[in-house]
């Protein structure tokens, strides 16, 4: 009964999300610490798989804006859920992505 204003949440911010695009809201900042919180709290409340649904749907917000910060937190958030759910291949995944996002795979010199 608790996470009803949670549930009902997300299924606000999936709707938005599910076009392509960058979704017309009053403040994006605002929009993106909203789903870092939102995934934040189903965490904290034992519901990794709903917090791994809001991380995604911050990835990909934040790919759209082109948000390397929050895009780097948001794929770190992921590869940590999976990683406490004992999926290591799973987490290793988005880890990749991670690596890949920031340019490790790129020649130093």
């Known amino acids: ?33 909203s789903l870092q919180l939102l995934g934040s709290i189903y965490r904290l409340q034992g519901k990794p798989i709903q917090a791994l649904e809001s991380f995604l749907l911050l990835r990909t917000l934040c790919r759209r804006l082109g948000d390397n910060l929050g895009m780097a937190n948001s794929l770190c958030q992921l590869s940590r859920i999976l990683l406490q759910l004992e999926c290591p291949s799973q987490a290793q995944v988005f880890l990749e992505e991670l690596e890949l996002y920031l340019g490790k795979d790129e020649d130093p010199e």
């Not at 009902?8 to 999300?17: I, P, R, S, T």
């Open 1 to 33: 009964a608790l996470s009803k204003p949670l549930d009902e949440a997300f299924g606000l911010w999936q709707k938005l999300l599910e076009h392509s695009g960058i979704p017309q809201v009053r403040s994006l900042e605002q929009t993106q610490s």
